[in-house]
């Protein structure tokens, strides 16, 4: 690999990041020996500074991450590792380690649909008395099906109306009860992306 920039000590930065949700699942180091595996493997391999070794992502626990796409950035010192993450990411069990937060406000991002993707998945593996989700799942498709059409009836209805936060609640809905059929048809944000993307092109 040419005209990367390692460090004095023959490392880099690598950020994995979820290639579906976007959400940054964690942050390690890499030499030359972890990118060259990486990129040849396809799986994540980074370089432990406390231990002082090569080591793959998930060789003892599992939570390995197939690589999807890699890219440099723009002074070639760090590298973005888009990621399908098996199991979690955080040695503490958490699914990002970045799960300590600083500064928080009730606004969220894009990336919020990948966990709420992930809890509509749970639901559906495991039912939990008085869920909703679990009920959707439990009367089948045409259920499902239903509460689309009325969703999608109601954001048309609220569209043409001058009032913001009602249009809101009602795209929520509509996109969540949409999530929750995609599940049950087996189709991912990723599969929706890569179609949006080709139609793009």
């Known amino acids: 690999m040419e005209n990367v920039k390692f460090d004095e000590k023959g490392l880099i930065c690598a950020v994995a990041q979820d290639y579906e949700t976007g959400e940054v699942l964690m942050q390690a180091y890499m030499n030359a020996e972890a990118l060259n595996k990486t990129l040849k493997t396809g799986y994540a391999h980074y370089y432990s500074r406390s231990r002082k070794k090569l080591w793959k992502k998930g060789e003892e626990s599992g939570n390995v991450q197939k690589v999807v796409s890699a890219s440099f950035d723009c002074d070639r010192d760090c590298i973005l590792l888009q990621i399908e993450q098996t199991g979690v990411a955080c040695h503490t069990g958490a699914r990002s380690c970045f799960h300590d937060p600083v500064v928080t406000n009730e606004r969220a991002g894009l990336t919020f ?27 089948g498709v045409d259920k499902i099906a239903k509460k689309m059409g009325e969703e999608a009836v109601e954001v048309v209805i609220a569209s043409k109306n001058d009032d913001k936060e009602d249009l809101t609640r009602e795209i929520a809905d509509l996109s969540y009860h949409l999530l929750v059929l995609m599940e049950q048809k087996g189709v991912s944000l990723a599969d929706v992306c890569t179609e949006l993307k080709r139609r793009h092109k």
């Not at 649909?113 to 009920?135: F, I």
Request: glycine share 12%.
């Open 113 to 139: 649909l990948g966990e709420l993707v992930r809890v509509v998945e749970d639901r559906k593996q495991n039912p939990v008395e008085g869920s909703y989700t679990a009920y959707l799942f439990g009367r």
